[in-house]
C-alpha cells in the first residue's frame, strides 16, 4: 500500500472500464425482450443487435492493445502476462467477430458473453501469476540459459 494510484492501476481502470460495453452489451442482446418489456433502454433495446454488434467489436478491438500497455511502455508486467493477454485477447476478438457476422443470434452472444466473464477472471490471474517472484525467477533463468545457449551455437 502506498497511498497513491499509480499509472498502472489507471491502466486496470481503463481495462475495466473497455471491457465492460462488450460483457454488458452480449448480455442485453440476450435478454433483449425482458429489458423492452420493462423499459430499461439498453443499446439492443434502443438501437437493435448490428448496431450493437458493432459497438463489441470496436470495443474489443480498443481493450486488447490497451492490455498490453501493462507491459510496454509501463513494465509493470512482462512476458507472462503479455502471452496470457494475446492468446485471451485472439479469442475475444474471434468471438466479437462471430457476433459482428450474425448480430440476432443468441447463442453467440451468450457465448460472448459467457467468455468475457473467463475472459477478466484468467487476464486479471495473469497480472497476478506475472507477478509472482518464482515467475520472475523463472524467467530470468530461462533467459540466462537461452542466453548461454545462443551464445554457444556455432556459427558457420
Not at 74 to 93: C, Q, T
Not at 144 to 155: A, E, K, R, S, W
Amino acid at each position: 500500500m502506498t497511498g497513491e494510484l499509480n499509472w498502472a492501476a489507471w491502466l486496470y481502470f481503463l481495462i475495466i472500464f473497455l471491457w465492460t460495453p462488450p460483457h454488458f452489451w452480449a448480455l442485453a442482446m440476450m435478454i433483449q425482450q425482458d429489458y423492452a418489456k420493462v423499459g430499461v433502454p439498453m443499446l439492443p433495446v434502443i438501437a437493435g443487435d448490428e448496431p450493437t454488434a458493432k459497438q463489441i467489436w470496436l470495443y474489443t478491438l480498443l481493450l486488447i492493445p490497451v492490455t498490453l500497455l501493462m507491459v510496454y511502455p509501463l513494465h509493470e508486467l512482462g512476458a507472462v502476462y503479455a502471452v496470457i493477454a494475446l492468446g485471451l485477447g485472439a479469442v475475444f476478438i474471434a468471438k466479437a467477430w462471430a457476433l459482428l457476422q450474425t448480430p440476432s443470434d443468441q447463442q453467440v452472444a451468450r457465448s460472448l458473453f459467457k467468455y468475457s466473464i473467463l475472459y477478466m477472471m484468467l487476464l486479471s490471474a495473469g497480472m497476478v501469476i506475472d507477478s509472482l517472484p518464482v515467475t520472475r525467477q523463472l524467467i530470468a533463468s530461462f533467459s540466462d540459459n537461452l542466453t548461454t545457449v545462443l551464445i554457444n551455437l556455432p556459427l558457420g
